[in-house]
């Protein structure tokens, strides 16, 4: 079985870029606000989430350690 060991902060930051990311593809899709606004609020909140995949990932993967059986 695999845990994954993560610091309070970086639980924190992969939780808020997923949101970001969730709240912007939630924009692009939706039709309440101005199209123009509605796109450039929805595509930095998905940039946001993408940009910062690469670093999470690696946190996440030195994070992993594997119970000796």
């Known amino acids: 079985m695999r845990k994954v060991l993560l610091n309070l902060p970086t639980f924190g930051l992969a939780v808020a870029t997923r949101a970001a990311l969730a709240a912007g593809v939630g924009l692009l899709v939706a039709e309440r ?3 123009s606004r509605r796109r450039r609020i929805g595509t930095g909140l998905v940039a946001i989430g993408v940009l910062s ?3 999470l990932a690696r946190a996440v ?9």
Not at 61 to 69: E, K, P, S, Y
């Open 53 to 55: 995949t690469i670093p």
């Open 61 to 69: 993967l030195r994070g992993i350690h594997r119970d000796a059986r």
């Open 33 to 35: 606000i101005e199209p």
